[in-house]
């Protein structure tokens, strides 16, 4: 029996589709966001948060959970779920970001990965076996295949090497496998190049993975480079039908250019990052609570949206909360920009449904088609 299972109907724009994915742990509509919890947690939000958010699924990190407090403590303390007290499905990253954040850190040969933590400078090697025996000790419901990302501007030859050895070691991470309930995920590469990434797509097609990812994008190329290249991954995959999920992007403007190229998955830290610094989301657009002209602003931060910072809060109180650096400001802001994206992803997918969807697209696109599609990788800390 496959651990997970995924149903979908065609939508009447491009190639979106409308799901649901079955986990172990739960049910998740589709096209859906995954907030990140790094560190075994959103940054700033509890559980509870999360569920008042309406977070169907998040996102974990094998490799910064193997390092610190280590994927083997927290097998022993029940798996990732009891651990965080997050009783719905999660998705562990393999680390394969990690390879090319911590390049400086590190060097890369056919069999894996050597480098030094960026915590304490101890070794560490990471191969296709390891990652998969990390995310099984984890115990989520969706593991990643290690892969190899490489900037999409390097030499050709080293984005093809790159390529090779990412479905080398995709197919020894399904060898690797040893969890029946777990899903497990390939991933596409091949930078910008449109035969690089037909290569990546059939060859990870055909193999026996749960879903399907969609790597190495959002990290620097233009808008028009990414949806080139999703619509090449689109009409390699149009037959398959299994989940579909496009890592690190998280800007409202390109969760529509994906969604109508097949999209099922996103997953992001720009939500709480950007709301750390005080940036808040709506759909009349960005609000940066630092500034002047919102200390005596009495006015929800959006008074459409049902969190707790919007019901209960002015944006004169963020305001002042952000100017004496109060770690309330974090919260809210954060929680937010979680509901508010989450919120998002249910009017696109209603919108899909009832055939709104050009005119939501309209109100949003305009607001923040400006985000560059690079704007959703962190720093190596916060992923």
Known sequence: MAPISFEFQAAPVGRA?????????????TPQF???????????????????????????????????????????????????GWNGPILTDSGGFQVFSLAHLGSVDDDGVTFASHLDGSPHRLT???AVEIQEALGGDIAMAFDQLVDPGRPPADVERALDRTHAWAARCLAARRRPD????????????????RRSARTIAALPFDGIAIGGLSVGESKAEMAATLDVVAE????????RYLMGVGSPADFFVAVERGVDLFDCVLPTR??????????????????ARFAADPAPIDPECACEACRNHSRAYLAHLFRAEELLAYRLASLHNVTYTLDLM???RAALADGSY??????????????????GKPPITDR
């Open 34 to 84: 995954m907030p990140v919890g790094t560190q075994a947690t959103v940054k700033s939000l509890t559980p509870g948060d999360l569920r008042a958010a309406g977070t169907q699924i998040i996102l974990g990190n094998a490799y910064h959970l193997s390092l610190r407090p280590g994927h083997e403590r927290i097998a022993q303390l029940g798996g990732l779920h009891r651990f965080m």
């Open 274 to 291: 950007v709301a750390r610094n005080g940036q808040v989301w709506t759909d009349a657009g960005r609000l940066n609570l630092r500034n």
């Open 182 to 197: 777990q899903a497990l995920f390939g991933i596409i590469q091949g930078g910008v190049d449109a035969e690089l990434r």
């Open 358 to 375: 050009a005119s939501l697209r309209k109100v949003v696109t305009e607001q923040y088609a400006s985000t560059g599609a690079g704007s």
């Open 128 to 130: 296709p076996e390891r």
């Open 17 to 29: 589709r409308l799901g649901r994915l079955a986990t172990p742990h739960g049910v998740i509509d």
């Open 346 to 348: 249910r009017r696109l």
């Open 236 to 243: 390699e995959l149009s037959g398959d039908r299994r989940v």
